[in-house]
């Protein structure tokens, strides 16, 4: 059995790491809450720029020449965004979009190209995928649309240039602070969404016309597609990040609990084997 002095130094030991994690635990709430109110804020702009896209595409369905972000065509290239966070301590946050994303690499027989938000998605790629061909990192806590336009723009840009022939995003998707679900979207070529009891776009008048107006809009609403899910993943990693502290500072109370109640018998121990010691010398020099 450990001595005393040894139970004593890991309880003060674990007592100092809770107050860590309970502190990290802390910090992502505040940060979560922030995230969570971008995301909130941002989703009915995507929706209504989804319904907006639809609409125009429904409307402009046999309209020539198509829209090169609409084109399909035989797949023989494929870009990969794989969205992940920059630090860990989150769970098995990071480790769900690397699986999904590892899966979706698999499954594939022609060369995928790919591109990193967040350092541990670019750590995996570069060991395993190959060809990480651009990656964003050191994102901010509140990030903008500026930030990850390069991935996006690169993104168009490949596309329309025939260096990718699909494009597809793997990232967490926060659904509570409980719950994050990892999710794969095709982004290029672009699949105008379906919109239920179809859309209310005829009344409107479009200049010059609702191609071009589509032409436009499209590149935006990949832009916004990345840029959601950015925000998503923000807002789960720190929803992650602080349900994993908030364990860990539980878990750092009940080791601690486990060590004192260690420490107590040990004491307890030494105390008996004290007065046994005293009383057997007693009990010899009255003999």
């Known amino acids: 059995m450990p001595s005393t002095r040894e139970i004593r130094r890991r309880i003060r030991s674990v007592k100092n790491t809770s107050q860590i994690t309970k502190a990290m635990e802390m910090v992502s709430a505040v940060k979560m809450r922030r995230a969570q109110a971008l995301v909130k804020e941002s989703r009915p702009y995507a929706d209504h720029m989804a319904e ?4 125009l595409a429904q409307m402009t369905g046999l309209a020539e020449p198509i829209n090169p972000l609409l084109v399909q ?3 023989h290239n494929i870009g990969l965004i794989v969205i992940t966070t920059d630090r860990g301590l989150c769970g098995s946050l990071n480790s769900n979009v690397i699986r999904r994303a590892a899966r979706f690499v698999v499954e594939q027989s022609v060369p995928i190209q790919a591109m ?6 670019r750590d995996w790629l ?4 190959g060809d990480v061909i651009a990656e964003v990192s050191g994102l901010s806590d509140r990030p903008t649309l500026f930030d990850v336009s390069p991935i996006s723009t690169l993104a168009i840009n490949g596309y329309r240039e025939g260096r990718f022939d ?3 995003l793997v990232f967490s998707k926060f659904v509570s602070t409980t719950r994050q679900e990892v999710v794969q979207r095709q982004i290029l070529p672009v699949v105008p969404p379906e919109t239920e009891g179809g859309t209310r776009l005829i009344d409107y008048i479009f200049e010059p016309s609702a191609a071009e ?3 436009q809009l499209l590149p935006r609403y990949v832009e916004v597609q990345v ?5 998503d993943a923000t807002a789960s990693e720190h929803s992650a990040r602080m349900v994993s502290m908030h364990n860990a500072t539980q878990n750092a109370r009940d080791v601690v609990q486990e060590l004192t109640l260690s420490y107590n018998k040990a004491r307890q121990a030494g105390i008996t084997k004290e007065i046994l010691e005293i009383s057997a010398g007693a009990e010899a020099l009255h003999a």
């Open 52 to 55: 907006l896209v639809a609409g």
């Open 73 to 75: 065509r035989p797949i």
């Open 116 to 121: 990193a938000i967040g350092r541990k998605g």
């Open 126 to 129: 570069v060991r395993h995928a």
């Open 166 to 168: 699909r494009v597809d």
């Open 213 to 215: 107006v589509l032409d």
């Open 227 to 231: 840029y959601q899910a950015v925000l």
